[in-house]
T-cell receptor, first 113, second 118 residues
Framework: GQQLNQSPQSMFIQEGEDVSMNCTSS?????WLWYKQDPGEGPVLLIA?????ELTSNGRLTAQFGITRKDSFLNISASIPSDVGIYFC?????????????FGKGTHLIIQP | NAGVTQTPKFQVLKTGQSMTLQCAQD?????MYWYRQDPGMGLRLIYY???????DKGEVPNGYNVSRLNKREFSLRLESAAPSQTSVYFC?????????????????FGPGTRLTVT
């Protein structure tokens, strides 16, 4: 099946710092989605990317669809305590049989005040 | 607009018991999905329904059955629960098949059902 490598697995940062995380795949994807999950809750969609090279922002969050279509990046600027949580990338492959997304294993963001 | 709702929120079963997890969405979405989430494994697709009247297996379907009751509702059944099915189960939906949609693949998740099988 599809494999998504998400890194880093966890990040310990100070409030106010910028954050970068990424996902890479051995396969080409035609859609990249970024989700955030708070403890005890379901994933919430942050940003969706549909075209190679696309750069999309949502407040302090910016995500990019890599030119090769095999990677995507999420940046968070000036982190605040409510940014704590697990961030997942998810991809939908070109011509994929199953209609579901392939998820990375998540980046656990921890912010130290 | 409640989005995607799931019941129950928590459940404890004994090995061999059966149960049905319920999911409903009020966004008029065509496609619905069931995932399980385990520590270190991320989210894995169990079954999905691309449209009303159709269901298909995902990555980890063994031990589960599904029913797409109508456009709004998609249930997941465990016929004989096993400890390996202890997990958090998420239902999701997406517009998917609407003609002319520019963003059909965005999936929206419910709050999850936390299932423990002893």
């Amino acid at each position: 099946g599809q494999q998504l490598n998400q890194s880093p697995q966890s990040m310990f940062i100070q409030e106010g710092e910028d954050v970068s995380m990424n996902c890479t795949s051995s396969s080409i994807f035609n859609t990249w989605l970024w989700y955030k999950q708070d403890p005890g809750e379901g994933p919430v969609l942050l940003i969706a990317l549909y075209k190679a090279g696309e750069l999309t922002s949502n407040g302090r969050l910016t995500a990019q669809f890599g030119i090769t279509r095999k990677d995507s990046f999420l940046n968070i600027s000036a982190s605040i305590p409510s940014d704590v949580g697990i961030y997942f990338c998810a991809g939908l492959s070109v011509g994929g049989g199953a209609d579901g997304l392939t998820f990375g294993k998540g980046t656990h963001l921890i912010i130290q005040p | 607009n409640a989005g995607v709702t799931q019941t129950p929120k928590f459940q404890v079963l004994k090995t061999g018991q059966s149960m049905t997890l319920q999911c409903a969405q009020d966004m008029n979405h065509n496609s619905m999905y069931w995932y399980r989430q385990d520590p270190g494994m991320g989210l894995r697709l169990i079954y999905y329904s691309a449209s009303e009247g159709t269901t298909d297996k995902g990555e980890v379907p063994n031990g589960y059955n599904v029913s797409r009751l109508n456009k709004r509702e998609f249930s997941l059944r465990l016929e004989s629960a096993a400890p390996s099915q202890t997990s958090v189960y998420f239902c999701a939906s997406s517009a998917r098949l609407h003609v002319g949609l520019t963003r059909p693949y965005e999936q929206y998740f419910g709050p999850g059902t936390r299932l423990t099988v002893t």
